[in-house]
């Protein structure tokens, strides 16, 4: 489509792959060079023709498996000067927005989140999710700013990643009360998702779909009930089989804001959690932790969990 001077249009097997990776460095790590050095996190270049036409050779990352992406570039003079790709998932049908644009391009985004928004809505779809990133107690960047403007609102709850890479070693207390702590119905786990969005914890419902949505052997749920036997706590995880040991991935943790859950509560379950991930062998694993319960994040360092430098805050646009 033409757009004044320049025009929009779908990203192709024949385009300059090199380019697209320069528009998202620049825009998303070139200015924090210097605090990922500091805090030792590296950065690794994304394979933009693998991801978006994965048949082009090698195989799509575990992460986006479940994810349908295209992409869209605005191209000036013959050069492409900002691009966005939005992936779709096979489960809820809502998409993940990412982009990239040179100084002064700005402007185009609204006409690539357009077409990211169309395509979500032809697969039937409801929403269009953005992740920004900023160190740990700020409250806001640029790009909150930005996505704003159109049209994008923030969750009221951050995510922090965390990530414990010697569970072998972790010594359980003595007396571990279980009592309240038991594994789900197979009803119950079909509601997890359900009851995320209750929460309004949208994003995880997101990644819980994706991550479990065929349940397997490797998959493992637990539930913290209060006296009637309703759900307070969750926690899930799935065991990752590899050559050098068995690690845990798509790990998370929620407590419902409905009930008054303790700190002492909060423990318990994480330390349950912990104890069957020493029974199976695992000897690693990560977590995405919201602040909605923000005791979460404590029990999870206590337990030996490192937190990452930086959070996630969630912005969302219904399309």
């Not at 001077?5 to 300059?16: F, K, L, S």
């Not at 380019?19 to 990922?36: C, D, N, P």
């Not at 690794?44 to 575990?62: A, K, T, Y």
Request: negative net charge; charged residues 25%.
């Amino acid at each position: 489509m033409a757009i004044t001077d320049y025009i929009v249009r779908p990203i192709t097997p024949e385009d300059d792959f090199e380019r697209i990776e320069y528009l998202f460095y620049r825009t998303h790590i070139e200015g924090k060079q210097e605090w990922m050095a500091k805090h030792k996190i590296a950065y690794r270049r994304e394979n933009w023709r693998q991801l978006l036409f994965p048949d082009s050779g090698g195989s799509r990352p575990v992460v986006l498996k479940a994810l349908s992406l295209s992409g869209f570039a605005a191209e000036k003079d013959g050069v492409v000067s900002a691009f966005a790709t939005v992936g779709i998932s096979t489960q809820s049908r809502n998409g993940y927005l990412d982009y990239g644009f040179e100084q002064g391009c700005s402007h185009m985004l609204k006409e690539l989140l357009a077409c990211c928004g169309t395509m979500v809505k032809e697969k039937g779809g409801t929403r269009i999710y953005k992740l920004t990133e900023m160190p740990l107690g700020h409250i806001r960047n640029d790009q909150i700013s930005l996505w704003e403007s159109h049209g994008f609102e923030c969750n009221p709850f951050y995510h922090v990643f965390v990530d414990n890479r010697n569970i072998v070693s972790w010594n359980p207390p003595e007396n571990v009360d279980l009592s309240k702590i038991q594994l789900p119905s197979k009803i119950e786990i079909e509601a997890i998702a359900k009851l995320l969005e209750e929460d309004r914890e949208f994003f995880l419902a997101e990644e819980f779909r994706g991550n479990f949505a065929q349940l397997t052997p490797d998959h493992v749920f637990l539930c913290l009930y209060d006296d009637e036997k309703e759900i307070k706590g969750i926690s899930y995880y799935k065991v990752w089989a590899k050559q050098e040991g068995s690690f845990v991935a798509a790990f998370g943790v929620h407590f419902r804001p409905e009930y008054e859950v303790s700190r002492d509560e909060v423990r318990k379950l994480i330390q349950a959690t912990l104890v069957s991930m020493q029974q199976i062998g695992v000897t690693a694993a990560w977590a995405r932790v919201s602040s909605q319960n923000f005791n979460t994040i404590l029990a999870t360092a206590a337990e030996g969990f490192e937190l990452s430098p930086n959070h996630n805050v969630v912005m969302v646009k219904p399309v």
